[in-house]
């Protein structure tokens, strides 16, 4: 691709150039009405949808629904993000500049997720002007995946109904990805009694309580590591299928040098197989602190501040078959959670397919796209689309 000839890298370079970051809610409303602009140029119709009344905190929540009508029975949803993570620092090229080198294409977002919105509009631009698609298409360009979704795909197939028969995920590696693990989150905060630190023995420090019990309830990954999906995990995974996973990911005590904390809070990341049902994993931690409290005699208790299950898509599914004679290989689960949860929880089957490697440094710092797992991406959303069969 040369960016001086190329659409699709044009197009991506000024999707790039938007900050539209994940936390703070900037650029939102220019990316989205900038998606808009170039689909309707394209000759589809195209539509913005803002979840702006739902947001609690006020910001606009925009989400382009581009519409390629086939005359056909069925809708193939593709589904896009423009929302991206913090850039941070430390690139060695401007992280909301696209620089093409050596067939890579650099900037935040170029991987995750904007290289999917231009990819996914190349291939519409050529279908209607081919008038080859078997199937109508729906391409969604969605804000907040990054944070979960809600008010972005989860809206529009939620509250909108904005829906089809089968959603296509364009995110994650170039496999077919039939299935993401689900995610539990939460905190579990230890209490002692604060105090002067120059009187500790009137005190009872939270920290000397939460070390050992938290270093014993760190030991629970065992136990969700023991538990298996049928879905294959991706190759270099330590299982050949997807596993559960708990992981402490924050620790936060004490006010002032001189107070002897009364409270400190860790907080986790248990992940769940794709098939599996958060309410099971919960009650088995719960059951694993009640033991773990009263071995270490502290006053600890769990708080549930977020959990999704994940989605698994039927191998014999016709979706799956359609999907498989177009991209090779054996069929894996992600490690991780997508969008993919909404649609599953509408009862739509789902795929994941996109063009993220481990080399790319998705969320890190200098993240890029092959140039190559480009062209790929429009080659396999054309060919499913022209080559379509209903079910």
């Keep these: ?54 947001a609690e905190d006020g910001k606009p929540r925009p989400n382009v629904v581009v519409d390629m009508e086939a005359g056909a029975k069925q809708t193939l949803l593709l589904v896009t993000h423009y929302d991206v993570v913090p850039a941070g620092a430390g690139w060695r090229r401007p992280p909301f500049t696209l620089t093409i080198e050596n067939g890579k294409a650099y900037g935040r977002g170029a991987n995750d997720d904007k290289a999917a919105i231009a990819a996914c509009l ?75 630190a120059g009187y500790p023995h009137k005190a009872k420090n939270a920290i000397t309580y939460a070390l050992p019990f938290l270093q014993e309830m760190e030991k629970f990954h065992k136990i969700r590591e023991k538990k298996r999906s049928i879905l294959k995990a991706a190759p270099g995974s330590p299982h050949p299928n997807i596993w559960g996973r708990f992981t402490l990911t924050m620790l936060r005590a004490g006010e002032k040098e001189n107070i002897v904390p009364g409270e400190c809070e860790a907080r986790f990341d248990l992940r769940l197989l794709p098939e599996e049902d958060p309410s099971t994993a919960i009650h088995e931690l719960k059951e694993y602190l009640a033991k773990t409290k009263l071995r270490n005699k502290v006053d600890a208790h769990l708080e549930i501040t977020h959990a999704s299950r994940g989605y698994l898509t039927p191998l014999d599914s016709q979706f799956v078959k359609n999907f498989r004679k177009v991209v090779a290989g054996e069929p894996i689960g992600m490690l991780g959670g997508n969008d993919g949860r909404h649609f599953a929880a509408h009862g739509i089957p789902t795929i994941s397919f996109g063009t993220g490697r481990p080399e790319c440094n998705i969320h890190g710092k200098n993240e890029f796209v092959y140039l190559e797992d480009m062209e790929l991406l429009k080659h396999v959303i054309y060919n499913i689309c022209a080559n379509w069969e209903d079910f």
């Design 122 to 196: 190349s291939a519409l631009r050529d279908l209607r002007r081919l008038a080859e698609s078997r199937v109508n298409v729906r391409l969604f360009a969605t804000c907040d995946e990054e944070v979960g979704g809600d008010l972005g795909a989860g809206f529009l197939v939620g509250r909108m109904r904005i829906r089809g028969n089968a959603a296509l995920i364009i995110d994650g590696s170039p496999r077919v990805i039939t299935g993401a693990s689900g995610v539990v989150h939460g905190k579990i905060i230890i209490k002692g009694k604060q105090g002067h």
């Design 1 to 54: 691709m040369d960016l001086n000839s190329s659409w699709e890298l044009k197009f991506l370079s000024k999707l790039v150039s938007f900050e539209t970051d994940s936390q703070k809610k900037t650029n939102y409303l220019e990316c989205a009405e900038f998606i808009k602009r170039e689909a309707e140029d394209a000759g589809f119709a195209a539509r913005i949808h803002d979840a702006q009344r739902f």
